[in-house]
């Protein structure tokens, strides 16, 4: 007894391999399609038999004849659909052990009902298009089988395939570990096994390009990708490689600089502070190495501000990914003195002194020789100051700001008429 026949058609000019499902088929002793006897066919077991079409047209009654007598028929057409053709296969080999999906090139594909690799079905296959199929290769022993495509028309050409023996790439190492989340980081991967390499992948996206320096090492540019680490494994032709850790480091950010300035001589140690800092490589202040600098952690740099001049500039931060916003730093001027007025004061102080000049906006200090003295700064070229009490005689006036100490002007103090 037949319960069916796939495919239910085949090309006009035979050649389809059609497996017939039922029972009691032991002892076959033919197989038709209409009154021709099928060309070959095989007992694959009790309930399935392969046969391969003859030539016909029409619609006809497939009939399996055993000692027991002819079975009920059931149809199969003769389609004008053209049978497939296979140009390419990509890869040509795998491992033993199946698994890898190959891509079939040619025409007539559409309405694949099967792909064989020899006799055995592949593991799983798609239509891509009418020229395109992919498809899984099952295990199978080492050697060499023609893959074929079954459709409506018959089955196409084979094209051949190796399972080889030989083992999948081993990776050991990859140099640099790291890069950023934009990509394009050229990485060198050292193992074995590379010979052939069909394709290298970081997490589940394709390197951008790669090349098969030799068997033992790869060079490839790695795909942008979320921060956080990825395995790169190696597909060559037996086999997927282990995998090995790469980092996509997040693009680093700067949020605040403490202080905000500093002398145009430098020297000034500021905190910076922000995201994705570890492994900074260099902290710039408008392009110039900051002298030295520290990460702290993930969030905070602290750096030594190189020599600048004075204006603002902006500091980056720069590690495996990338290069930061900048936040901006000011080396204030050396203050510059003029002049004093008044000149002088009584011994016991309390005179308000007027101290004339420039980079006077971020005066921090005073000084009547050692003494501070109160004062208010009224613009960047004024300071009014309180002069303190002191002994008679001339002393420096200087004004230290966070660009530095100025220069000196002189304040005399005098003693008062006597009566």
Same mark, same amino acid.
């Given at each position: 007894?037949?319960?069916?026949?796939?495919?239910?058609?085949?090309?006009?000019?035979?050649?389809?391999?059609?497996?017939?499902?039922?029972?009691?088929?032991?002892?076959?002793?033919?197989?038709?399609?209409?009154?021709?006897?099928? +060309?070959?066919?095989?007992?694959?077991?009790?309930?399935?038999?392969?046969?391969?079409?003859?030539?016909?047209?029409?619609?006809?009654?497939?009939?399996?004849?055993?000692?027991?007598?002819?079975?009920?028929?059931?149809?199969?057409?003769?389609?004008?659909?053209?049978?497939?053709?296979?140009?390419?296969?990509?890869?040509?080999?795998? +491992?033993?052990?199946?698994?890898?999906?190959?891509?079939?090139?040619?025409?007539?594909?559409?309405?694949?009902?099967?792909?064989?690799?020899?006799?055995?079905?592949?593991?799983?296959?798609?239509?891509?298009?009418?020229?395109?199929?992919?498809?899984?290769?099952?295990?199978?022993?080492?050697?060499?089988?023609?893959?074929?495509?079954?459709?409506?028309?018959?089955?196409?050409?084979?094209?051949?395939?190796?399972?080889?023996?030989?083992?999948?790439?081993?990776?050991?190492?990859?140099?640099?570990?790291?890069?950023?989340?934009?990509?394009?980081?050229?990485?060198?991967?050292?193992?074995?096994?590379?010979?052939?390499?069909?394709?290298?992948?970081?997490?589940?996206?394709?390197?951008?390009?790669?090349?098969?320096?030799?068997?033992?090492?790869?060079?490839?540019?790695?795909?942008?990708?979320?921060?956080?680490?990825?395995?790169?494994?190696?597909?060559?032709?037996?086999?997927?490689?282990?995998? %090995?850790?790469?980092?996509?480091?997040?693009?680093?950010?700067?949020?605040?600089?403490?202080?905000?300035?500093? +002398?145009?001589?430098?020297?000034?140690?500021?905190?910076?502070?922000?995201?994705?800092?570890?492994?900074?490589?260099?902290?710039?202040?408008?392009?110039?190495?900051?002298?030295?600098?520290?990460?702290?952690?993930?969030?905070?740099?602290?750096?030594?501000?190189?020599?600048?001049?004075?204006?603002?500039?902006? %500091?980056?931060?720069?590690?495996?990914?990338?290069?930061?916003?900048?936040?901006?730093?000011?080396?204030?001027?050396?203050?510059?003195?003029?002049?004093?007025?008044?000149?002088?004061?009584?011994?016991?102080?309390?005179?308000?002194?007027?101290?004339?000049?420039?980079?006077?906006?971020?005066?921090?200090?005073?000084?009547?020789?050692?003494?501070?003295?109160?004062?208010?700064?009224?613009?960047?070229?004024?300071?009014?100051?309180?002069?303190?009490?002191?002994?008679?005689?001339?002393?420096? %006036?200087?004004?230290?700001?966070?660009?530095?100490?100025?220069?000196?002007?002189?304040?005399?103090?005098?003693?008062?008429?006597?009566?």
């Amino acid at each position: 007894m037949i319960s069916s026949v796939s495919p239910a058609s085949g090309s006009p000019g035979g050649g389809t391999v059609v497996t017939i499902t039922g029972s009691n088929f032991t002892q076959t002793t033919a197989v038709r399609f209409g009154t021709t006897l099928a +060309p070959a066919f095989t007992v694959l077991s009790a309930n399935q038999i392969t046969a391969t079409s003859p030539a016909g047209s029409g619609n006809v009654l497939v009939t399996v004849t055993t000692p027991g007598g002819t079975s009920n028929g059931v149809a199969f057409g003769y389609s004008s659909t053209p049978v497939p053709v296979l140009s390419g296969v990509s890869p040509t080999q795998g +491992p033993t052990a199946g698994g890898t999906t190959v891509t079939l090139t040619g025409s007539g594909l559409s309405g694949a009902t099967a792909v064989r690799f020899g006799s055995v079905l592949a593991s799983s296959f798609t239509v891509v298009s009418p020229s395109q199929i992919t498809a899984v290769a099952p295990p199978g022993a080492a050697g060499a089988v023609q893959v074929t495509v079954v459709g409506p028309g018959g089955t196409s050409n084979g094209l051949t395939y190796t399972y080889t023996s030989a083992p999948a790439p081993v990776l050991s190492g990859v140099s640099p570990g790291q890069g950023p989340v934009s990509g394009g980081t050229t990485v060198t991967l050292t193992g074995s096994g590379f010979t052939g390499a069909t394709g290298v992948f970081f997490g589940a996206a394709p390197a951008v390009s790669f090349t098969v320096g030799s068997a033992t090492q790869i060079t490839a540019v790695a795909p942008p990708g979320a921060a956080g680490p990825v395995q790169i494994t190696v597909v060559g032709p037996t086999g997927t490689s282990n995998g %090995v850790t790469y980092f996509y480091v997040g693009i680093p950010t700067l949020g605040a600089i403490v202080p905000a300035q500093g +002398p145009v001589s430098g020297g000034t140690a500021v905190t910076l502070t922000g995201t994705n800092l570890l492994g900074a490589t260099a902290v710039t202040f408008g392009g110039v190495n900051a002298t030295s600098f520290t990460v702290v952690s993930s969030t905070q740099i602290t750096a030594v501000a190189p020599p600048g001049a004075a204006g603002p500039v902006q %500091v980056t931060a720069t590690t495996p990914g990338g290069t930061s916003n900048g936040v901006t730093y000011v080396y204030a001027p050396v203050p510059v003195l003029t002049s004093a007025s008044p000149t002088q004061g009584p011994l016991e102080g309390g005179t308000t002194v007027t101290l004339f000049g420039s980079g006077l906006t971020t005066t921090n200090a005073v000084h009547f020789g050692s003494t501070l003295a109160a004062f208010t700064v009224v613009s960047d070229g004024w300071v009014t100051a309180t002069a303190p009490a002191g002994s008679a005689g001339a002393v420096n %006036v200087t004004v230290t700001t966070n660009g530095g100490t100025s220069n000196a002007v002189s304040y005399t103090r005098v003693t008062g008429p006597g009566i």
